[in-house]
């Protein structure tokens, strides 16, 4: 049982937005601790998608998109394609457990 | 462009100690940044090992400390991690990241390191 709650699969069509949930709690994302989004393509390592709760490194495209309020952080992904399935994972820090505590991630289908 | 390349055996005895090594080209390991691993059992989701500084300081997880060590070699640009008294729990995709600001922005490709009888 993970400390940070991620839906374990959303689906969506060509196109559409979705939006992936990351549920934590007053010792971690509440507490004002960043939240970060990673994706992992099938057989690769995960790779960086969302820093500090909203920032995109450098070569994420703009439909990627991280928001953050009380003890939730959200990603969306708008403009669905084909390429986007994989698995997502959220990432922040819990003061009471003194460790980097990962979501159990989402596996996204494209339709 | 900083790259991270892990390197060590695929194939650990239980009850014995895995080891594997991350070296760091493109960038230095001293630097601001901390220096990670990361594992991944088959089919499940990610767990965060622990982490060094270039200085020699450590923060490791609470459920694997008693076993862990992390050590730098900044003459060789590199990171190890060792796990000792595996077992078949141990089992998975080790990885190697560069720590920045919190977020883990460099991965390594990944080990699978299986614990056998």
């Known amino acids: 049982q993970s400390v940070l709650t991620q839906p374990p699969s959303v689906s969506g069509a060509p196109g559409q937005r979705v939006t992936i949930s990351c549920t934590g709690s007053?010792?971690?994302?509440?507490?004002?601790?960043?939240v970060h989004w990673y994706q992992q393509l099938p057989g690769t390592a995960p790779q960086l998608l969302i820093s500090g709760d909203t920032n995109r490194p450098s070569g994420v495209p703009d439909r990627f998109s991280g928001s953050k309020s009380g003890t939730s952080a959200s990603l969306a992904i708008t403009g669905l394609q084909a390429e986007d399935e994989a698995d997502y994972y959220c990432?922040?820090?819990?003061?009471?457990?003194?460790?980097?505590?990962f979501g159990g991630g989402t596996k996204l289908t494209v339709l | 462009q900083v790259q991270l390349q892990q390197s060590g055996p695929g194939l650990v005895k239980s009850s014995g100690t895995l080891s594997l090594t991350c070296a760091v080209s493109g960038g230095s390991i001293i630097s601001t940044n901390w220096w990670s691993w990361v594992r991944q059992p088959p089919g499940k989701g990610l767990e965060w090992i622990g982490e060094i500084y270039h200085g020699g300081s450590t923060n490791y997880n609470p459920s694997l400390k008693s076993r862990v060590s992390i050590s730098v070699d900044k003459s060789k640009n590199q990171f190890s991690l060792k796990l000792s008294s595996v077992t078949a729990a141990d089992t998975a995709v080790y990885y190697c990241a560069r720590t920045a600001a919190a977020a883990l922005d460099y991965w390594g490709q990944g080990t699978l390191v299986t614990a056998s009888s």
């Open positions: 007053s010792s971690n994302i509440g507490a004002g601790f960043h």
């Open positions: 990432q922040s820090y819990d003061s009471s457990l003194s460790l980097v505590v």
